[in-house]
């Protein structure tokens, strides 16, 4: 099984023997929602899904929602209802992949890992290492699929902390708490604010931006490499007492992806993140050219 990365070659060799496979391409672009589509049918890898951030890993409705902000996750029970109808089951080894450094990619990793699905990977490099490596491409939409039989996925226990804004508020300054935000310098110091109607950041957060993750060659950098960074980053902090959030909690993984891929466990996330934060009446925003560390 693999959870956390998965190397093109590693699945190749998946491709050869697992009985039960599904790949999903993330790919998306924040400024054109379109985009991902067109990348998937340009190229994707054989037998992929494509899964778009609004329409299968977003809530549709006001109704329907795990969290707020920009990108609100639907219930578990309507997430579950879609990979049941694509036929994923207990025993499906997922992998998952985009072509912007894992960050959407890593949305879908943690999704399935918060209805109880363990065996979720992501690949590393997504589809330029793939294709890097001679692995093979094909284009336009997906394959048609036969209904899948219903009852095939079953929601399970949360392997992964979802943490909402209440929480976070009412333990706002306690040292138990460590907020790590994903977004880029100049946008937690607060000096520009391109998407959500405040600029800054929320009061005590540290800031590692999400691309800090990814090597030169586009890949997450080495285990060690990422337990020394956030071990500098945390300044002594409890690795346990994190909770991981970006603008609108999707960048926010490779954050609490590197953090595990160092062994630093599995940290939570604040899925609505500063989109729900800053839009919640009474609550602090700061400003600051300290980073934190």
């Known amino acids: 099984m693999y959870t956390t990365l998965i190397t093109p070659t590693e699945l190749r060799e998946l491709q050869k023997h697992a009985a039960a496979l599904q790949l999903f391409d993330c790919s998306f672009e924040l400024s ?5 589509e067109a990348q998937f049918n340009e190229a994707h890898i054989p037998g992929s899904l494509h899964a778009h951030l609004d329409h299968h890993l977003s809530s549709h409705s006001p109704d329907d929602r795990a969290s707020g902000g920009r990108h609100p996750l639907p219930s578990r029970e309507t997430f579950a209802a879609w990979l049941d109808r694509i036929g994923l089951t207990a025993d499906t080894q997922a992998v998952v992949y985009d072509r912007q450094g894992a960050n959407y990619s890593g949305r879908l990793w943690w999704m399935l890992k918060w209805c109880g699905h363990e065996a979720v990977a992501v690949l ?9 490596s001679g692995g093979a491409a094909e284009t336009g939409p ?15 226990a949360p392997l992964t902390r ?14 138990s708490l460590t907020l790590v935000d994903a977004r880029s310098a100049a946008r937690f110091q607060g000096e520009v604010e391109p998407l959500d109607p405040v600029a800054g950041h929320i009061p005590g957060a540290l800031n590692r931006p999400f691309v800090d993750n990814i090597g030169a060659d586009g890949c997450f ?5 990422l337990r020394a960074e956030f071990t500098q980053l945390l300044a002594g902090r409890d690795p346990s007492s994190v909770v991981h959030h970006c603008g609108s909690g999707v ?3 490779p954050n609490l992806l590197g ?6 466990g599995r940290s ?26």
Request: net charge negative; aromatic share 6%.
């Open 32 to 36: 054109n929602p379109d985009a991902g």
């Open 124 to 132: 590393d490099g997504g589809l330029p290492a793939w294709l890097g």
């Open 142 to 156: 997906a394959a048609p699929r036969s209904p899948a039989a219903p009852g095939g996925f079953a929601l399970r």
């Open 162 to 175: 979802l943490v909402d804004t209440e929480a976070i508020a009412s333990r706002l300054g306690d040292p």
């Open 221 to 225: 950098k080495p285990a060690e490499q």
């Open 251 to 253: 960048s926010a993984i």
């Open 259 to 264: 953090m595990e891929i160092a062994g630093l």
């Open 268 to 293: 939570a996330l604040y899925a609505g993140s500063w989109s729900e934060w800053c839009n919640t009446p009474g609550l602090p925003c700061a400003q600051s050219q300290v980073s934190g560390g």
